[in-house]
């Protein structure tokens, strides 16, 4: 079976475009986004209508449960609440409902899904580095054989052992036993590893394996409806950046 998963669209409605119809390519069995459907973006209907379309399941993330009133985003800066604000007055009924109904997490036999950190999910804790997975060491028997997260906009991946972290570095990856895996899947609207194609990973079950994938997608067009919506200049600017 081939699991395509994604996250951090982030109202990117061009990437998103660009990644279903690879998904769609690939003929994947079953589809998973981990949150952050919107914010910073221009296109937050857009691309919750195509994201409840196209994926099986889909979890909360931090942005999602601001804009569905799950948390308070007082203390986010300026331009963050201000397109938080502005996302709010867009959504439809139908789409908010949406947003509201969504899980923190979920978890199929030995394979999670959530946003941030597994260890306290609605907390949207980062894991970014070698010390943030370390921190999963202490949980090491409650975690999944296979976590996949967002939230860092990062594509990394960390073998958890009975007492050691590393971190694994490649496009394509495998499996040893008596390790549990985290994988952290990047973006799809919002990349951050200086490299601003979009990004998901197909998750091949029958191998197994994980493969980090990566797609150019009309940037200047995204970027050009941020600007023209009148969301901060820097949320488009980033995206030819990827950063």
């Given at each position: 079976?081939?699991?395509?998963?994604?996250?951090?669209?982030?109202?990117?409605?061009?990437?998103?475009?660009?990644?279903?119809?690879?998904?769609?390519?690939?003929?994947?069995?079953?589809?998973?986004?981990?949150?952050?459907?919107?914010?910073?973006?221009?296109?937050?209907?857009?691309?919750?209508?195509?994201?409840?379309?196209?994926?099986?399941?889909?979890?909360l993330g931090n942005h999602d449960a601001a804009v569905a009133g799950h948390m308070d985003y007082s203390f986010y800066y300026d331009a963050a609440r201000d397109v938080l604000d502005w996302t709010i007055a867009q959504l439809s009924s139908k789409?908010?409902?949406?947003?509201?109904?969504?899980?923190?997490?979920?978890?199929?036999?030995?394979?999670?899904?959530?946003?941030?950190?597994?260890?306290?999910?609605?907390?949207?804790?980062?894991?970014?580095?070698?010390?943030?997975?370390?921190?999963?060491?202490?949980?090491?028997?409650?975690?999944?054989?296979?976590?996949?997260?967002?939230?860092?906009?990062?594509?990394?991946?960390?073998?958890?052992?009975?007492?050691?972290?590393?971190?694994?570095?490649?496009?394509?990856?495998?499996?040893?036993?008596?390790?549990?895996?985290?994988?952290?899947?990047?973006?799809?609207?919002?990349?951050?590893?200086?490299?601003?194609?979009?990004?998901?990973?197909?998750?091949?079950?029958?191998?197994?394996?994980?493969?980090?994938?990566?797609?150019?997608?009309?940037?200047?067009?995204?970027?050009?409806?941020?600007?023209?919506?009148?969301?901060?200049?820097?949320?488009?600017?980033?995206?030819?950046?990827?950063?």
């Amino acid at each position: 079976m081939k699991v395509a998963v994604f996250s951090d669209v982030h109202a990117n409605l061009e990437a998103l475009e660009v990644i279903k119809g690879e998904i769609e390519k690939e003929s994947a069995d079953r589809v998973v986004c981990l949150g952050d459907v919107v914010g910073y973006g221009a296109s937050p209907n857009e691309c919750c209508d195509i994201v409840r379309e196209l994926a099986d399941v889909v979890v909360l993330g931090n942005h999602d449960a601001a804009v569905a009133g799950h948390m308070d985003y007082s203390f986010y800066y300026d331009a963050a609440r201000d397109v938080l604000d502005w996302t709010i007055a867009q959504l439809s009924s139908k789409n908010l409902d949406w947003l509201r109904s969504l899980e923190y997490t979920q978890r199929e036999d030995e394979i999670e899904y959530c946003h941030g950190s597994p260890i306290e999910p609605s907390d949207f804790e980062y894991i970014f580095a070698l010390e943030q997975a370390r921190q999963l060491l202490d949980a090491r028997e409650q975690l999944a054989t296979l976590t996949f997260i967002g939230h860092s906009h990062l594509c990394k991946a960390f073998a958890i052992g009975p007492d050691q972290v590393h971190d694994v570095v490649a496009s394509r990856l495998s499996f040893r036993k008596g390790y549990a895996y985290l994988i952290s899947v990047g973006s799809v609207g919002q990349p951050r590893d200086y490299d601003n194609r979009a990004g998901f990973v197909v998750l091949d079950t029958s191998a197994p394996s994980v493969e980090f994938r990566r797609l150019e997608y009309d940037i200047e067009s995204s970027a050009r409806k941020i600007f023209d919506a009148g969301i901060a200049y820097n949320f488009g600017k980033r995206l030819f950046l990827g950063v």
